[in-house]
């Protein structure tokens, strides 16, 4: 009689089909994971523009009358 079961693999050893869905399973993980990033990245960088230019011209200005005043 021949025995037709497979012989079981030691725990961890990679088979070509188990690394491909390990391989899988985590690109998706890690993939809906940058995925659920992108929407507070954008609001992050919104808020830096916004305050970007508002500091900046205010910065400029300021500058330009310390300026103005040091050379009188």
Do not use: C, D, K
Request: glycine share 6%; aromatic share 10%.
């Amino acid at each position: 009689m021949r025995n037709t079961q497979a012989a079981r693999r030691p725990y961890g050893t990679p088979t070509a089909l188990g690394f491909g869905q390990r391989a899988q399973s985590i690109v998706l993980y890690h993939g809906e994971r940058i995925a659920a990033e992108v929407p507070r990245t954008l609001r992050r960088l919104g808020t830096l523009f916004l305050v970007l230019s508002i500091s900046i011209p205010v910065f400029l200005a300021t500058l330009a009358v310390l300026l103005w005043y040091a050379a009188r």
